[in-house]
């Protein structure tokens, strides 16, 4: 049984409208996008507030660049923080992640080395991202293909100092977890153990495709174009097992789209993987007891 409250969405899409209105009773929530609305006239403004009227919505931003030693553009702050004012969101999040340099935009999420140059970097741009917004947001750890050049700490130490220097919550994306493990050697269920669960209150859950690196290995790509694994939803589980705290789960989608009824299938094995997890924690309290 799950007695925590825990909720599953989808990512908003205008390609899955039509399916989302369908199944608003299958649906917990929805994760929009906030750099789709920084600029965007004020009907398209009006429609998302009366999409967040209907079913409560998260903003999710992929542009800021918050991890990183150079200090995050006050005009990208001041849009997040109008787009806040005006939605009301349970919530909003950002990636541990830079996307330019030197004034040039890089097109993708990248991960800076991992220092304690960049630790103290992103806590001091979510400092002034919590000052500006007036809440701070909850931050995303990302895939990468590579390891950071430069990188003097592993990637769970990284993102806990980051954690613990800005006192923001962690969403864990399961599936940049399960990419990372394969793609760089360590074991995906003993870096949940490496993060403070304390901190762990939004989770991601989507899918990818193998391809070729040039010395002939394969490396896993987060593209969000494929179907949630199964090792996914195994992780999923591990971290229901292990957090203390409701859990917001989001599925994301972002193209080649398949029919709503295996998006809506996908979460319910979400919920089970939750309901699993949940079960299991509440055994080991019992013993504990």
């Not at 507030?49 to 660049?65: C, D, E, K, N, R």
């Not at 972002?254 to 094995?269: E, F, K, N, V, W």
């Amino acid at each position: 049984m799950n007695t925590f409250a825990d909720k599953i969405g989808l990512g908003w899409r205008a390609n899955l409208a039509a399916g989302i209105f369908s199944h608003l009773d299958r649906i917990d929530l929805l994760e929009v996008i906030a750099d789709d609305f920084f600029d965007a006239p004020r009907r398209e403004i009006r429609a998302l507030q009366t999409l967040a009227a209907q079913i409560p919505v998260v903003l999710h931003g992929v542009g800021m660049g918050l991890a990183s030693t150079v200090p995050v553009e006050t005009k990208r702050l001041e849009k997040i923080a109008r787009l806040v004012e005006q939605v009301r969101p349970q919530f909003w999040s950002e990636h541990l992640a830079f996307v330019r340099g030197g004034g040039i935009e890089i097109g993708h999420l990248a991960a800076p080395p991992r220092t304690v140059d960049t630790v103290e970097g992103a806590a001091e741009n979510l400092s002034r991202a919590a000052a500006v917004t007036g809440s701070k947001p909850v931050m995303e750890n990302i895939a990468t293909l590579i390891d950071p050049p430069g990188s003097t700490l592993s990637e769970s130490a990284w993102i806990s100092g980051i954690l613990a220097s800005s006192n923001c919550d962690l969403l864990l994306d399961l599936h940049n977890v399960y990419a990372n493990g394969l793609n760089h050697g360590y074991d995906p269920n003993a870096f949940l153990r490496q993060i403070p669960r304390v901190r762990l209150r939004v989770i991601h859950i989507a899918g990818g495709k193998f391809i070729s690196a040039p010395d002939g290995s394969q490396r896993l790509l987060d593209d969000h174009l494929h179907d949630v694994p199964d090792p996914v939803f195994s992780l999923l589980e591990e971290a229901a097992a292990l957090s203390p705290n409701p859990l917001t789960v989001i599925l994301e989608r972002d193209g080649a789209y398949p029919s709503m009824d295996c998006l809506l299938a996908q979460i319910d094995l979400a919920r089970r993987a939750l309901s699993r997890g949940r079960a299991r924690r509440m055994v080991a309290e019992e013993v504990l007891a």
